[in-house]
């Protein structure tokens, strides 16, 4: 089974603070992605990447930038966070429209 | 602008029962759908798809009805069981854009004793 780990489960950070949330697979698959998931809200994709080195802006990428610098690791970084990050963050890797999701991890920014 | 809208956000039903869980689209370039179900503290799931050329897909409990003219598609769980609380979500892609799945707002399924 794909697996898709993300670094850490509940993170508190304080507004203004640099953020790194990792996800790491281990399937070789190309396509990774970044969700965040809010009440009435879904489901939103911040961050798609489709290789190394490539990446490509979802539907909210703004607070937000990645990096991929190996196949199996993709990292969200908030530059500045803000309160309005505060959120559950999802990691996906796919081979095709076969998704596989990390756990989740919980952020909030104080 | 969601493109894909669950407009239930809760759903309660008795076990044994059948659950029907919507979800409607507003993009005419989506041409394949999934549903994926959460626990909570969990990564989604995927537990049925199907494609725009076919109306209806059967898995076990769980079948996708999908209606293109009315751009809406359907869950339905025969027979509910405790198990099946989660929440739903229903995802689409379009035309020419690979991997890239846009989710839906999801409904929380409650299916009680």
């Known amino acids: 089974d794909v697996k898709v780990t993300q670094s850490s489960r509940y993170l508190v950070k304080r507004t203004g603070e640099k953020v790194f949330l990792e996800c790491v697979q281990d399937m070789d698959h190309e396509n990774m992605f970044w969700y965040r998931q809010d009440p009435g809200l879904g489901l939103r994709l911040i961050y798609f990447?489709?290789?190394?080195?490539?990446?490509e802006k979802g539907d909210i990428p703004e607070g937000y930038s990645v990096s991929r610098e190996k196949k199996e690791r993709f990292s969200l970084i908030l530059e500045s966070a803000s309160t309005n990050q505060t959120s559950m963050y999802l990691c996906?890797?796919?081979?095709?429209?076969?998704?596989?999701f990390g756990s989740g991890t919980r952020l909030t920014v104080v | 602008d969601q493109q894909v809208k669950q407009n239930s956000p809760s759903l309660s039903v008795q076990e044994g029962r059948i659950s029907i869980l919507n979800c409607d689209y507003t993009n005419s370039m989506f041409d394949y759908f999934l549903w994926y179900k959460k626990y909570p503290a969990e990564g989604p799931t995927f537990l049925i798809s199907?494609?725009?050329?076919?109306d209806k897909n059967e898995d076990g409990r769980f079948t996708v009805f999908l209606n293109k003219s009315a751009k809406h598609l359907s869950l339905h769980i025969v027979p509910s069981q405790p198990g099946d609380s989660a929440v739903y979500f229903c995802?689409?892609?379009?035309?020419?854009?690979?991997?890239?799945?846009?989710f839906g707002t999801g409904t929380r399924l409650q299916v009680t004793l």
């Open positions: 995802a689409a892609r379009a035309t020419g854009t690979a991997s890239k799945l846009t």
């Open positions: 990447s489709y290789d190394v080195k490539m990446k």
């Open positions: 199907i494609s725009s050329i076919k």
């Open positions: 996906a890797s796919a081979l095709g429209y076969g998704y596989t």
